[in-house]
């Protein structure tokens, strides 16, 4: 069984920036990929950000691509998600979740092809 905990969530006013971090523990953590998805109120929850864990490719969205980074330490089982110039439609939960195994690109947004999922947190911007 793998944990995944989110935090460095928080109130921002927009323009800013925040670290998200998420750990991961258990002993059959070996992901295929980890990936950042958010969920505002009353919307699906959308993909943000993948990144391969071996080999460290990753993908964005449209709609944070050059505003977010996505990055992972393999020696500390963590992802980070340094969301910067945030707008007030960034306002959501942002989840991390874990793959196992390997899936095509085209596959990466899709929540239910993820295995586990983390807690959330919350990220508020304020205009």
């Known amino acids: 069984q793998v944990q995944l905990v989110e935090s460095g969530g928080g109130l921002v006013q927009a323009g800013g920036s925040l670290r998200l971090s998420c750990a991961a523990s258990?002993?059959?953590?070996?992901?295929?990929?980890m990936a950042w998805f958010r969920q505002a109120p009353g919307k699906e929850r959308e993909f943000v950000a993948r990144?391969?864990?071996?080999?460290?490719?990753?993908y964005y969205a449209d709609s944070v691509k050059g505003r977010f980074t996505i990055s992972r330490d393999n020696d500390k089982n963590t992802v980070y998600l340094q969301v910067s110039s945030l707008k007030p439609e960034d306002t959501a939960v942002y989840y991390c979740?874990?793959?196992?195994?390997?899936?095509?690109?085209?596959?990466?947004?899709?929540?239910?092809?993820?295995?586990?999922w983390g807690q959330g947190t919350q990220v508020t911007v304020s205009s």
């Open positions: 979740a874990s793959r196992r195994n390997f899936y095509y690109l085209d596959e990466h947004a899709v929540p239910g092809n993820y295995d586990y």
């Open positions: 258990g002993r059959t953590f070996r992901p295929y990929a």
């Open positions: 990144i391969i864990w071996y080999g460290g490719d990753t």
